[in-house]
């Protein structure tokens, strides 16, 4: 079983940054991912780390202004949000694939995800 715990949310102005961290616990996970749902929203992809070359993968809105990492002796990984918008407005989660062969943006191929946290950007 793996455990992941997601801190670093909160309440910040349009332009802003925050960082998000995601603290792995019980195995070695492999691809990590972030999703976020805002209300009356569908659960979206917004990046992910893969365990393959440590390669990274975007969605489309959030390119240019996030940027995700992980630290693989602290099984933690990272979310550094720039430039933030009103519509980055979510609860976001963190999200860990066992499959170490793929680096998913589907939310289906994640095996273990965690309690999420809330981000809020004020205009």
């Known amino acids: 079983q793996v455990q992941l715990v997601e801190s670093g949310g909160g309440l910040v102005q349009a332009g802003g940054s925050l960082r998000l961290s995601c603290v792995a616990s019980?195995?070695?996970?492999?691809?990590m991912g972030w999703f976020r749902q805002a209300p009356g929203k569908e659960r979206e992809f917004v990046a992910a780390?893969?365990?393959?070359?440590?390669?990274?993968n975007y969605a489309d809105s959030v390119k240019g202004r996030f940027t995700i990492s992980r630290d693989n002796s602290k099984n933690t990984g990272y979310l550094q949000m720039n430039s933030l918008k009103p519509e980055d407005t979510a609860v976001y989660y963190c999200?860990?694939?066992?499959?170490?062969?793929?680096?998913?943006?589907?939310?289906?191929?994640?095996?273990?995800w965690g309690q999420g946290t809330q981000v809020t950007v004020s205009s």
């Open positions: 999200a860990a694939d066992q499959n170490f062969l793929r680096c998913s943006e589907y939310a289906k191929d994640y095996d273990y």
């Open positions: 019980g195995r070695t996970i492999y691809t």
């Open positions: 780390v893969c365990w393959r070359g440590g390669s990274t």
